[in-house]
């Protein structure tokens, strides 16, 4: 294993460049896949914190007047530059966090689209114009930007989520401060360097590497305008509370548990097919992973059979190796508490269909979990109360609809959920009565596009608007209405009475 010494110094981005500074506590970068410490992430001190709020507050004045036209050819040239390196950074992430290549190329693409929606700013930012609102007097709304604004992002979309945030904040004319999980930095200081390259000024854009005394210094910064923040629920609520209690506009994006209702008459092997890929793919540790299947009925052991035959074939290893489905755990802390909830399924009454163990016993390094499958879990126990976060895919055998129904809403995630079915009846009732945020139709991972917006429902989101797409075009904006009129010396007089539209 490489030592600490031979390790690559990350640094921070601020100004434009990238910038080492002392370091009282830090973290290390593992390669999940070998199990090998491969860099060093020196964590922002307060001082650090406010060098990048000052970089960004001094380079917003210039950069909320920089016309639109300019800030779309730049987020363009952003477009042109990522696409031409899509590979380059898929590789960062395959490093870093371990998911496939193919995986990850796909994370960019997704990522890719963020930017490809900031492209349109010019139209995104269009007010509303109302001539003759009273006599004389013409209405108009504009959107301006906030200022500083920050975003804290998790460790298992490290290309995505920054950009998620980063294209629509900067195309607005905000000028932010990036604080990315330390067990992923690279990508967030190649995305930072991608901007540089493309023509955006100095201090727009600023990364720094932090753990919570950076969270906290950001959450409580007072030229700290809007924050942004995705990760897992209990951070998330308390990330919401300190910088609302501060006076910011805040979203706070939490985790999930996700469940894919699978009616009798649904299709068995396409369902079958989209339980595998949603549970199993980037080892589980997506927020739309699908980590409960509500069997309705007949249908539980012909899909269970169904899902145990697929799981066989999942190749378990590097996530540069073509043959592999499922690269490892991000840590082996994460592996091994992931694992851990099949003994604690097996106490709490479930039945282990399939121990992923067995594959991670075959490998000495890296943090690897094989795909499993737990049967006849209920509400109330470990297994299906937790957010796992990892390939443990649990089923949840139900009578009826209303009975699988009830367990999604009374579930206190509320991020994805999906159903499965060929009755187009069932499926409309279900999205009408479904209480949370983004809902499948024979779609197991439904993710928005970049033109709608991202979000859950209950402890999958503190906040009032989702991410990205207009929502996101909402949340790094203010509207300012002016009511106007040029005077007329011929009309004017004094009136005491309260202005009336007449
Ligand atoms: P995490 O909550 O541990 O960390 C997220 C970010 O918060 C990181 O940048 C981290 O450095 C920082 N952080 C961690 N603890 C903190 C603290 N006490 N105070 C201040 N900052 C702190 O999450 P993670 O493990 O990186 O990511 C996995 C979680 O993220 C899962 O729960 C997953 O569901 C969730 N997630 C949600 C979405 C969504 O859109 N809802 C998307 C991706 C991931």
């Known amino acids: 294993m490489a030592t600490a010494t031979e390790t690559k110094a990350i640094s921070h981005w601020i100004g434009g460049r990238a910038v080492e500074r002392p370091a009282t506590t830090g973290g290390d970068v593992w390669n999940p896949a070998t199990g090998e410490v491969i860099s060093h992430v020196p964590f922002a001190t307060v001082a650090v914190v406010d060098e990048a709020v000052a970089a960004a507050k001094a380079a917003f004045p210039e950069w909320r007047q ?35 290549l193919p995986d990850a190329m796909g994370e960019v693409a997704r990522g890719l689209e963020n930017v490809e929606f900031a492209c349109g700013v010019p139209n995104l930012l269009k007010g509303g114009f109302s001539e003759g609102a009273s ?17 804290v992002t998790p460790f298992n979309f490290p290309a995505m989520v920054p950009l998620w945030r980063l294209s629509n904040a900067i195309a607005c004319g905000n000028c932010f401060v990036l604080k990315p999980s330390g067990k992923v930095p690279s990508s967030s200081l190649f995305i930072a360097e991608l901007f540089a390259e493309a023509g955006l000024p100095a201090g727009v854009l600023n990364v720094v590497m932090g753990d919570k005394v950076a969270v906290t210094r950001l959450l409580e910064h007072p030229d700290v305008k809007a924050l942004s923040f995705v990760g897992s629920t209990p951070v998330a609520r308390h990330f919401y509370e ?35 890929s949603a549970a199993y793919g980037a080892a589980g540790e997506r927020c739309m992973a699908i980590s409960v299947v509500l069997a309705v009925g007949a249908v539980a052991d012909p899909l269970i059979a169904a899902i145990e035959k697929r799981i066989a074939a999942i190749k378990v290893g590097s996530g540069f190796d073509a043959s592999t489905g499922m690269g490892p755990l991000i840590t082996r802390e994460h592996r091994d508490r992931v694992a851990g909830f099949l003994d604690a399924a097996v106490e709490d009454g479930a039945k282990v269909v399939v121990d992923g163990r067995k594959d991670a016993a075959t490998k000495e390094n ?137």
């Open 66 to 100: 920089t016309p639109l036209a300019r800030r779309a050819e730049i987020l363009f040239k952003v477009r042109a530059l990522l696409d031409e390196r899509r590979e380059k950074l898929a590789r960062i992430l395959t490093t870093e966090n371990g998911k496939t």
């Open 135 to 151: 006599r004389g007097v013409d209405v108009y709304q504009i959107r301006q930007p906030l200022g500083v604004v920050a975003g």
């Open 242 to 276: 300190t910088g609302t209690k501060h006076g910011k506009r805040v979203q706070a994006l939490g985790g999930a548990k996700n469940h894919m209702l699978v009616l009798p008459d649904a299709e068995l092997d396409a369902a079958a097919d989209a339980a595998v």
């Open 366 to 502: 890296g943090f690897f979990l094989g795909a499993s499958l737990v049967d006849h879990v209920k509400p109330g126990t470990r297994c299906y109360d937790a957010e796992i976060f990892g390939p443990v895919l649990s089923v949840v055998r139900v009578k009826s609809y209303a009975e699988g129904l009830k367990i999604i809403n009374e579930n206190a995630y509320g991020n994805g959920t999906a159903i499965f079915t060929r009755d187009g009846g069932a499926a409309r009732q279900f999205q009408f009565d479904v209480e949370v945020g983004m809902v499948g139709v024979n779609v197991p991972i439904p993710v928005p596009v970049s033109y709608y917006s991202f979000g859950g429902w209950k402890s999958s989101l503190f906040g009032d608007l989702h991410m990205y797409g207009p929502d996101g075009i909402q949340f790094y904006t203010r509207s300012k209405v002016v009511t106007s009129r040029w005077p007329d010396p011929t009309t004017s007089k004094v009136d005491l009475g309260f202005p009336q539209n007449r």
